[in-house]
Antibody
Framework: EVQLVESGGGLVQPGGSLRLSCAAS????????MTWVRQAPGKGLEWVAN????????YYVDSVKGRFTISRDDAEKSVYLQMNSLRAEDTAVYYC??????????WGQGTLVTVSS | QSALTQPPSASGSPGQSVTISCTGT?????????VSWYQHHPGKAPKLMIY???KRPSGVPDRFSGSKSGNTASLTVSGLQAEDEADYYC???????????FGSGTKLTVL
């Protein structure tokens, strides 16, 4: 069974940092692009970042560029999101997703990040 | 990167059909046949329902169908069932720098 399990969410103060992790199983992780998508409370889904197989291409939504870094460890079958200089508007459930072609499947259950003092 | 435009809500009675629109621009929806649709029951993981405009993954009922005309994509749910009540989001490849954009979301209510 293909599965993605996120971890690392929590409460952090504005300006702080947090690192999210996503452990993959049930598929050949190294063959796929991976993605982070978030959903702020009461809001819609927002694509955050993509990372190519091997990790040499990374793309970000403009609002997180320069603050967030996506990375992967194919040996550990894991993808990460390092989030620095966090703002209140980064508060959201963060989903780890496998990208297949131009679509996203499956999705993890998500991990909640709350940025508040 | 503005969100694609979806109606905030849609509704229908059991057995009826409902269509949800997703409007973008020639830089995203209109420029590529890379539109996908997701069903999201709050508190659960979103689920892929349609990819590449009109293709249905295995396991998704054929009551769900997708189409596109110009800058607007559509998701049609036929033979509405109670379990179809959820939030639905479209997504499109947005070209430049390998970016993607989601729709604003539509809450589907089965009356």
């Amino acid at each position: 069974e293909v599965q993605l399990v996120e971890s690392g969410g929590g409460l952090v103060q504005p300006g702080g940092s947090l690192r999210l992790s996503c452990a993959a199983s049930g598929f050949t992780f190294s063959d796929h692009w991976m993605t982070w998508v978030r959903q702020a409370p009461g809001k819609g889904l927002e694509w955050v970042a993509n990372i190519r197989q091997g990790g040499n291409e990374k793309y970000y939504v403009d609002s997180v560029k320069g603050r967030f870094t996506i990375s992967r460890d194919d040996a550990e079958k894991s993808v990460y999101l390092q989030m620095n200089s966090l703002r209140a508007e980064d508060t959201a459930v963060y989903y780890c997703v496998r990208r297949l072609g131009s679509w996203f499947d499956p999705w993890g259950q998500g991990t909640l990040v709350t940025v508040s003092s | 990167q503005s969100a694609l435009t979806q109606p905030p809500s849609a509704s229908g009675s059991p057995g009826q059909s409902v269509t949800i629109s997703c409007t973008g621009t020639s830089s995203d929806v209109g420029g590529y046949d890379y539109v996908s649709w997701y069903q999201h029951h709050p508190g659960k993981a979103p689920k892929l329902m349609i990819y590449e405009v009109s293709k249905r993954p295995s396991g998704v009922p054929d009551r769900f169908s997708g189409s596109k005309s110009g800058n607007t994509a559509s998701l049609t749910v036929s033979g509405l069932q109670a379990e179809d009540e959820a939030d639905y989001y479209c997504n499109s490849y947005a070209g430049r720098s390998n970016k993607y954009v989601f729709g604003s979301g539509t809450k589907l209510t089965v009356l």
